[in-house]
């Protein structure tokens, strides 16, 4: 696909929202939504390189997926074995214990469902996890493996986008009603979160020739309002003012982003804080994949945590 700064930045600043958030930097009480910018970024992306690759004659689903390990693998190996390295010397045995069933989650794409398992993403205990932000992760790498079959097997080419909107209006329903039963569901499964990975496919399935044409100021108003909704939203002060997550404020960021990926344009900021953006969502994946055990394993070692074995003390750290 054509290389598009404007995405970068999108995955720089979401990128920044999620480490500041989860480092306690003030101000960002909802940086949490730099996940769901992720989630629609990579609907986009993926199915984009889906789509040109169908319509070039040229898909090979090995060929996809084998691509995809190649380029998420390594990094994440590394990460993971200097992050069992730390962990095996400071967590106490039933941390340890979780953690081996994380790590084997985190490598067989899983992470989410043995986390859903273990306890919600905002209680103390989970945010002693090193692995815990691999959730968001698997729920990408599920949907690597589900999507390019269903639309190149099952679905015929002129009913994708019809059939992606229809799955994800269903992913959204059951998420609004899992919010209400199962909120851990709600948050950790794929089934719930599809809707904002399958907004951005939805947007990457439009017409071949992009944008319909659109007058000068109505695009402008539009991407302006849309870079407004995503820096407003993380930033908000009260979060508990915009209810459950993922909700009506996961929505609102999912929209916006699918409206500055359907109006391709400037990178949104100046020039400077542009570059800086671009150049963080260069590096996204590597600076997602290592924040949290960073975080998590100094602050177990602030506090002193035994390590397996031992018997463990109450640690926390605030998410």
Request: glycine content about 10%.
């Amino acid at each position: 696909m054509t290389h598009r700064p404007d995405i970068q930045a999108l995955r720089g600043w979401a990128v920044a929202l999620v480490v500041l958030y989860h480092a306690g930097v003030p101000g960002l009480s909802a940086g949490y939504l730099g996940v769901d910018l992720f989630f629609a970024v990579s609907g986009y992306l993926i199915t984009g390189l889906v789509r040109e690759a169908v319509d070039a004659g040229r898909f090979s689903l090995a060929g996809f997926w084998l691509r995809r390990l190649w380029r998420l693998m390594p990094a994440a190996l590394v990460t993971l074995a200097a992050t069992t390295l730390g962990a095996a010397a400071l967590l106490d045995a039933p941390e340890w214990r979780d953690y081996q069933a994380q790590l084997a989650g985190a490598l067989g794409w899983s992470a989410n469902l043995v986390l859903w398992g273990q306890g919600g993403y905002f209680a103390g205990a989970a945010a002693e996890k090193p692995l815990l932000h691999t959730w968001s992760l698997a729920v990408e790498e599920q949907y690597y493996l589900l999507l390019p079959p269903l639309l190149v097997w099952v679905v015929p080419r002129l009913r994708w986008r019809a059939v992606v909107a229809a799955l994800s209006l269903a992913s959204l329903g059951l998420m609004a009603w899992l919010q209400q039963h199962a909120p851990d569901a709600a948050f950790y499964l794929l089934p719930a979160r599809a809707w904002a990975l399958g907004l951005g496919a939805w947007v990457a399935l439009g017409p071949a020739g992009g944008p319909a044409p659109t007058p000068p100021h109505r695009t402008a108003w539009a991407r302006g309002l849309a870079m407004a909704v995503l820096v407003a939203l993380p930033l908000w002060p009260w979060p508990q003012q915009l209810g459950p997550h993922p909700g009506l404020a996961a929505a609102g960021m999912v929209a916006a982003t699918a409206v500055l990926l359907r109006l391709p344009g400037p990178v949104p900021a100046g020039r400077m804080l542009g570059r800086l953006l671009v150049w963080l969502g260069d590096r996204s994946y590597a600076l997602y994949l290592v924040h949290w055990p960073l975080l998590a394993l100094l602050q177990h070692a602030w506090m002193g945590s035994p390590g397996p074995g031992q018997p463990g003390g109450n640690n926390s750290l605030s998410l």
